[in-house]
């Protein structure tokens, strides 16, 4: 028996180091790296699903190919045959464009990127933009800062006031916990800002409650109260701030007493929070993704970025707007030759399922790896129905996902367990080492090995000939050039990346175009129509118009599943949590079934109680596959948001029924 460090590839904001044991050639058990820093011992149960997989009855470890629909078993000799007579097929008749790539980050490693050389080296292919997860976000961060960078959780420690928006980490984000105990311990004070009561709340000192899709409106009249009473940071101000009369003169249409219509937000509980982000400093925001996923989602993060910089909480100790970090950024070479893409078509990933019939040319072979859009794309119905129009769809997974189940060509990958990569997030400051620790069960292969082999198939074999080793030692070149670091340091364990710093921006030197933290942005002005932060109701939760679809229908992520990985539990519907006094005007008891409606679709689930809802809303936990009675985005829309190409699934309004059976 052994013990292997190697770490956690799920695209989550904690990165784990975990601590594998093999016997006889066999992973036995997989658990937190006490030595990391972060880790410290213990992983969620997602990193411990992680394990179980290998060997889970449910894994397909031999590639299937469906004819007359009915999958078959054939030989990967035979699949890529196959597969590659469809590309060359439909790149001769319409031109490469022809192809979708559709990737994500189900899986994260650094040779997971060899999937876009290979369709690079092919010509360019049809691929989606933005974000399904962050994009309106990173967009304002960019806007507004010129990047987008993020203290270490360790400086958690000298914050005063911590404020937790739209972020859950007793959920989402386990491995923050200790930090914010650490904090708390040291008197910083707790806020969580959320429409639900989420479990966080347990653990901060308050909880602030807004009205789902109005968190940029808050942000705007606490920046009112702050002005009001010269609570600003005029040094900061003064030094590093451009466009602040522009944004003044905008913030004088968000009195508080408006703002608390909109928000729901007692004017003084606002109050209260606007005198402690500027009084009680350091002030550190840590964003959860929620908040921008909404129309306005972008708008609310500079809203957020612009109340951080006005109180002089940007670029010191214990503070930032800490959303993502790029800290990776120019620390690895580029291995995916975009150089070699002779072609190029982009279409978001909000509009992809409407826009896919319209497309000239056509799409006839689409690919899909680390990812499941079936279920996790936006307006499911009509996403599945333009998926499966295409002729031949290849689906590389380790299950048959919803995704799968509609493919032609499924071919199975394997676990970072039985494979050689390195990990890096935007989210976690350690680089990570996963060494090959058992040989890929059945006939599973890695996702690099795939395209290197079908590229061999293809003619375009040269540009596929090393081994993961000596892919990653290429990928390391800058890294190694600038600081040292090489594939065999990683080897001898997780190493911080060289490029993080504890405390973001605190050179105060911008990568804007001024150079300066932009309250007034010249490029958002001609991008997307608006130069500050304002806010406009979001299209669906804002509306006055949807009188027949009264309650706000949220699809927060689940504890114990990481979006659809995971998250394949057949033993029930999916419960629709709901404040007991909503339940009770609907007669819905605990455990009753419910039709939940949107403008897009519906849902059966069963009703359970919580008073952690608010009356207005209700929620369903999102991931949950189509075949095992899943489906939340039936419901959610596929509009495209203010900025950055992001996927507003929180922007959704619903109405409920109770089910009589029969």
Not at 266 to 291: C, D, H, N, S, W
Not at 432 to 440: F, M, Q, R, T, V
Request: with cysteine.
């Amino acid at each position: 028996m052994t013990e292997r460090r190697t770490v956690c590839p799920l695209n989550c904001f904690d990165s784990c180091s975990l601590i594998a044991r093999v016997d006889a050639g066999k992973l036995t058990a997989v658990g937190g790296d006490p030595e990391h820093p972060v880790t410290q011992g213990f992983i969620c149960p997602k990193g411990k699903a992680l394990a179980e997989r290998v060997y889970s009855p449910d894994r397909v470890t031999f590639p299937l190919f469906k004819s007359k629909g009915t999958w078959q078993r054939i030989t990967w000799q035979d699949a890529y045959a196959i597969w590659a007579e469809k590309l060359v097929k439909a790149r001769e008749q319409y031109g490469s464009l022809s192809v979708l790539h559709h990737f994500d980050y189900g899986s994260n490693g650094l040779l997971r990127s060899l999937d876009r050389r290979f369709f690079n080296v092919f010509g360019g292919v049809t691929v989606p933009t933005g974000s399904l997860c962050w994009g309106s976000g990173i967009a304002a961060q960019l806007y507004d800062f010129g990047g987008y960078y993020s203290h270490s959780w360790r400086d958690l420690s000298n914050s005063r006031t911590i404020i937790l928006w739209g972020r859950d980490p007793i959920v989402t984000n386990l491995h923050m916990l200790p930090f914010l105990r650490k904090a708390k311990e040291q008197a910083a004070q707790i806020y969580v800002i959320n429409p639900t009561k989420v479990k966080s709340v347990d653990l901060a000192d308050h909880y602030i409650s807004v009205r789902p899709g109005t968190d940029g409106a808050l942000a705007l009249g606490l920046a009112y109260i702050i002005l009001e009473e010269r609570l600003l940071d005029l040094g900061f101000v003064q030094n590093y701030v451009q466009g602040f009369a522009e944004y003044a003169a905008m913030v004088k249409e968000f009195p508080p007493e408006k703002v608390s219509e909109i928000t729901g937000v007692p004017l003084q509980v606002m109050q209260e929070l606007a005198r402690t982000v500027a009084r009680q400093k350091p002030t550190a925001v840590i964003f959860g993704y929620g908040p921008q996923r909404y129309t306005n989602g972008g708008q609310t993060i500079r809203a957020i970025n612009a109340l951080m910089a006005i109180t002089g909480n940007i670029g010191i100790s214990g503070g930032g707007a800490n959303y993502a970090h790029q800290y990776n950024q120019g620390l690895f070479k580029d291995l995916t030759l975009p150089e070699l893409a002779r072609h190029k078509r982009e279409i978001p990933f909000a509009s992809l399922g409407r826009q896919i019939p319209q497309l000239d040319p056509p799409l006839k072979v689409a690919v899909v790896t680390r990812s499941n859009p079936v279920c996790q794309h936006p307006d499911t119905a009509v996403f599945s129905r333009s998926f499966q129009s295409i002729d031949f769809k290849v689906t590389i997974d380790f299950h048959l996902n919803d995704t799968a189940a509609v493919s032609d060509l499924f071919l199975p990958c394997t676990t970072i367990f039985e494979e050689e990569d390195l990990i890096a997030t935007s989210w976690s400051e350690y680089l990570g080492y996963a060494p090959k620790l058992i040989e890929p069960v059945g006939e599973s292969k890695p996702d690099p090995l795939i395209f290197s082999e079908l590229a061999q198939v293809l003619g375009m074999g040269d540009y596929f000939t090393k081994t993961s080793a000596e892919w990653l030692d290429e990928a390391l070149e800058p890294a190694e050039k600038k600081f040292g670091l090489t594939l065999a340091s990683l080897r001898e364990g997780w190493i911080r990346n060289p490029q993080f710093k504890d405390v973001a921006w605190q050179e105060r030197s911008f990568n804007t175009p001024s150079g300066k933290v932009e309250l007034f942005s010249q490029q958002a002005l001609e991008q997307v129509g608006e130069g500050t932060a304002r806010f406009v109701p979001a299209l669906e939760s804002g509306s006055q118009e949807l009188a027949g679809y009264p309650l706000y229908f949220l699809t927060p992520h689940p504890s114990n599943a990481l979006h659809s990985q995971f998250n394949a539990d057949a033993d029930n519907y999916p419960y629709l949590d709901i404040n007991p006094e909503t339940a009770e005007s609907y007669y819905l008891r605990d455990n009753d079934l419910v039709v939940v409606e949107s403008l897009r679709g519906q849902l059966l689930c069963r009703a359970r109680h919580s008073g952690r809802q608010r009356a207005d809303t209700v929620q369903v936990t999102e991931g949950k596959w189509l075949k095992f009675g899943g489906g939340v985005n039936f419901l959610t829309p596929g509009f495209r948001t203010d900025m950055g190409d992001g996927v507003p699934y929180y922007d959704c309004r619903c109405q409920l029924r109770k089910y009589f059976p029969g």
